[in-house]
């Protein structure tokens, strides 16, 4: 299963955890995008968010902060995987769910890396803003434009963390560990 997920990889003697490159990163943020995209936009066409939606949303936002102000990394991760699966939810689209349930580990992989920049994490609440103000005004344009901007944000702070001194040391580590 965790070979089928991107996480393990079988080489000829033995199963080692998969490198992580900046081509997988980049793959994988295009997907969620698409993705997310999409189910925006077939929210939009059907007439927007429920007030019950909204609400959810909103309190995922404000958990999400106070996650980020406290510092606590693992829920601020729950929570943040959750706020991106209510959008897809909230579209009725069971595919799109579907394929980014199989994106779920490789996504939470890229999450546990991005302690190496907490400050980003301030920026991630403030683009989650800009998505839900979007969605909750039914601007489809603007919508769009918000997750691209969130995407293109988190892709630059990986390549800058695939640039880090520790990083290098971490993926050095990694390259070594069998399971």
Known sequence: SLIDSGILERTA??????SITLTDITEILQVREAIEQ???????????LSAAQEKEFSEIHMELLQNVTSGNFSKNFQTDELFHRKLIEFSGNS???DIAERLSLQSQRLRWISTLTPSRYISTHNE????????????????????????LYTLKNYQDILNMPQWQKIAREMRHMKV
């Open 95 to 97: 595919r799109l769910l």
């Open 128 to 151: 989650h803003a800009a998505i839900l103000e979007a969605l909750f005004h039914k601007n489809a344009q603007k919508t769009d434009s918000a997750i691209r901007e969130h995407y």
């Open 38 to 48: 999409k189910a925006a936009s077939i929210i939009i066409e059907a007439a927007g």
């Open 13 to 18: 003697t033995k199963v080692v955890v998969k």
